[in-house]
């Protein structure tokens, strides 16, 4: 069997989800578990809608569910000849539902509610989906998640529980393979205890991974709107190269560094059980797109480069004039911890710690705040953290044309550069 992984970009609207299908059409005979994301932007819009439903703003709430509503029905208008199809009633009376929570008791946990109302896109596409492909007469039912993928109660961040998962898939959906060739299921989505819990934003791409994992797949295959994985956003850096092929040690480091093309937490149970993944793109699907599987010789022959932007570097520096030892260091992590920083690049001389963030997943006067009554915090904004691997002198050079280097770590592998925009007079 093989896993397949379509995103929101790729159901996005009509023409999309018939290319989906055009897509699985070529696998015809073939065992697949396809699992798909919320429709194009949708994720984001039910974000809306639970908040709308938290703040207990009816108006707010209808308006958000109404216009979700329009966009799929939109959709399914140009998918389906007849508008008498069960499926609209089925996506009808999940929306109605929907409306009708509203007056449900709302508890006290607002990350349990998101994950009920949130992963609703999903179900709807899904559904949706497998309704398109029915009527296409491919062999292929709908799957739910929820009875497959069980997990913690962390709500929007659970864990895997990976032996009740495995369990469950080979209970409750390798069997159906007798009789279908396709099923379809959600990414993003788990349950405990007849509660839905979500895996964290872009999860659906580490349910391809939990699924190959718990099903001992023959590989995963992500349909992407590029060509496979790249040694660079395009956003950032002109003349990309496509990566053939990579190590999974290799695809950790690089989306443990920032590259967004999947999700880091995919590659671990694939590696574990050593399940290639196919990056590939759904707009020339006959095209090669790169491979991460376990050989490492692929590795070298190009080198990468992720780019955060907008970053800021912070400094510590105790105003007891102690050095940075042991303690002040479990010291500074426990303030950090305590307002959430999340650290790209970390560096300590004897009488300072410097931390790089993300500017947005920061407030700079917070952080202060946290530090003021024994450190004295220095920072400097507008920052970008440039990472290579496999770099030489003139990777180098190529990314720090026209600005300043505040600070670099180099290992074998990986060259780290904190740059700034040179300020031209
Ligand atoms: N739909 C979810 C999100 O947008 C999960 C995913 O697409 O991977 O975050
Ligand atoms: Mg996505």
Request: glycine letters at 4%; hydrophobic letters at 40%; charged letters at 25%.
């Amino acid at each position: 069997m093989k896993v397949f992984k379509f995103g929101g970009a790729s159901v996005k609207d009509a023409p999309a989800v018939q290319n989906v299908a055009d897509i699985l059409q070529l696998f015809e005979g073939e065992k697949l578990a396809v699992v798909i994301s919320a429709m194009g932007k949708t994720t984001n819009a039910m974000e809306q809608i639970a908040q709308a439903y938290w703040d207990r703003n009816q108006p707010l709430f209808q308006e958000r569910v109404e216009e979700r509503r329009a966009f799929h029905l939109d959709i399914m208008n140009s998918l389906f000849s007849d508008d008498n199809a069960p499926i609209f009633k089925e996506i009808n009376d999940i929306f109605d539902s929907l409306l009708r929570h509203f007056d449900d008791l709302v508890s006290e946990n607002f990350d349990f509610e998101y994950d009920q109302i949130v992963s609703m896109g999903e179900i709807v596409s899904t559904k949706i989906i497998t309704a398109y492909l029915t009527s296409r007469s491919l062999s292929c039912r709908w799957a739910d998640a929820r009875n497959l993928i069980s997990t913690d109660r962390k709500f929007r961040e659970a864990e895997v529980d990976w032996e009740l998962s495995t369990n469950h898939f080979e209970k409750r959906f390798l069997p159906h393979y007798d009789t279908v060739d396709i099923q379809i299921t959600q990414g993003f989505i788990g349950s405990n205890d007849n509660s839905t819990t979500t895996l964290g934003r872009e999860g659906s791409d580490f349910t391809a991974g939990i699924i190959a994992y718990c099903c001992n797949a023959e590989s995963v295959t992500i349909w992407k709107d590029v060509p496979g994985m790249l040694n660079a956003d395009p956003k950032w850096f002109d003349n990309t190269v496509k990566l053939d092929q990579i190590s999974f040690r290799e695809a950790i480091e690089l989306s443990y560094y920032g590259a967004s093309v999947i999700h880091p937490k995919t590659v671990k149970p694939l590696q574990n059980k050593n399940i290639p993944l196919h990056v590939k793109s759904f707009v020339n699907p006959n095209e090669e797109g790169t491979v991460i599987q376990e050989s490492m010789t692929g590795d070298h022959l190009v080198p990468s480069f992720i780019f955060k932007m907008d970053q800021v570097l912070f400094s510590f520096t105790p105003k007891d004039f102690s050095f940075i030892v042991e303690e002040n260091l479990s010291d500074i992590f426990d303030r950090l911890s305590k307002v959430n920083a999340k650290i790209n690049l970390m560096q300590n001389s004897a009488l300072s710690f410097s931390i790089l963030v993300d500017a947005q997943k920061v407030k700079i006067p917070q952080i202060l705040a946290a530090f003021e009554d024994s450190y004295q915090v220095k920072f400097n904004e507008g920052l970008e953290l440039v990472t290579i691997r496999h770099y030489d002198q003139e990777t180098i050079d190529r990314v720090t044309v026209d600005k300043d280097i505040l600070l670099q770590q180099k290992t074998r592998e990986t060259a780290r550069l904190i740059v700034k925009q040179k300020i031209l007079i």
